[in-house]
């Protein structure tokens, strides 16, 4: 019961940006083909892009927090409007200005048993 009252699992699809439209909910087939948020219409909401994660602010006072996986295109901001952008993740950051710390690690379980061989 908890991962259907804290969590959720929706497909969707980018009409046009500002329109974002629901194909399938996990748990509520009846959202199908329902717009999940629309930039020009105030009662679905208000979007807020933070370095890693967007935060969508429901009318009714729920507030639900996706964490930003892949970052190609504001999906949120209508053509013509000021572009949402977001600087670099922390971890990319801090991989530009140590590029090779990912590349030493020590190896570990069987790659270290491999290693000795």
Avoid: M, N
């Amino acid at each position: 019961q908890e991962l259907r009252d804290q969590y959720e699992a929706v497909l969707g699809a980018v009409k046009e940006p500002g329109l974002l439209r629901i194909r399938r909910a996990a748990w509520h087939p009846e959202l199908a083909d329902t717009t999940l948020f629309d930039a020009s219409d105030a009662s679905t909401g208000e979007v807020s892009v933070k370095r890693e994660c967007v935060v969508l602010q429901r009318p009714g006072g729920r507030r639900e927090t996706w964490r930003i996986v892949e970052w190609t295109f504001d999906p949120f901001t209508p053509v013509g409007r000021v572009r949402l952008t977001r600087g670099p993740t922390a971890a990319a950051a801090k991989e530009r200005r140590e590029p090779a710390a990912a590349a030493l690690r020590e190896p570990r379980g069987r790659e270290a048993r491999q290693a000795r061989e």
